[in-house]
Nanobody, 120 residues
Framework: QVQLVESGGGLVQPGGSLRLSCAASGSIFGVNVMGWNRQAPGKQRELVAIITRDGNTNYADSVKGRFTISRDNAKNTVYLQMNNLKPEDTAVYYC??????????????WGQGTQVTVSS
């Protein structure tokens, strides 16, 4: 079984910073694409950023220049550094990863979510 566990959420003032972490554990053969999504109250879940195993990244327009995604392949961990946070960044942040548990194709797994609240 594979688990993704997020940490690092919390309450921060506008303009502040937070760093989210997400570690994948379990019977893992390999981890491909990892990413972060978020869901604000009353809104659909949206993609924030993704990163390939080789380190190629892609970001939502709303976070470009403020958020940075990175990963540590040895630890099966993905990070999201969030700077210059805005109230509209308030949401539950979910990490996801395409994980191979055997020689078959990778399957998607999701974390339980961590709350980020940006408010003065």
């Amino acid at each position: 079984q594979v688990q993704l566990v997020e940490s690092g959420g919390g309450l921060v003032q506008p303009g502040g910073s937070l760093r989210l972490s997400c570690a994948a554990s379990g019977s893992i053969f390999g981890v491909n694409v990892m990413g972060w999504n978020r869901q604000a109250p009353g809104k659909q879940r949206e993609l924030v950023a993704i990163i390939t195993r080789d380190g190629n990244t892609n970001y939502a327009d709303s976070v470009k220049g403020r958020f940075t995604i990175s990963r540590d392949n040895a630890k099966n961990t993905v990070y999201l550094q969030m700077n210059n946070l805005k109230p509209e960044d308030t949401a539950v942040y979910y990490c996801n990863a395409d994980v191979r548990v055997d020689l078959g194709p990778p399957r998607p797994y999701w974390g339980q979510g961590t709350q980020v609240t940006v408010s003065s």
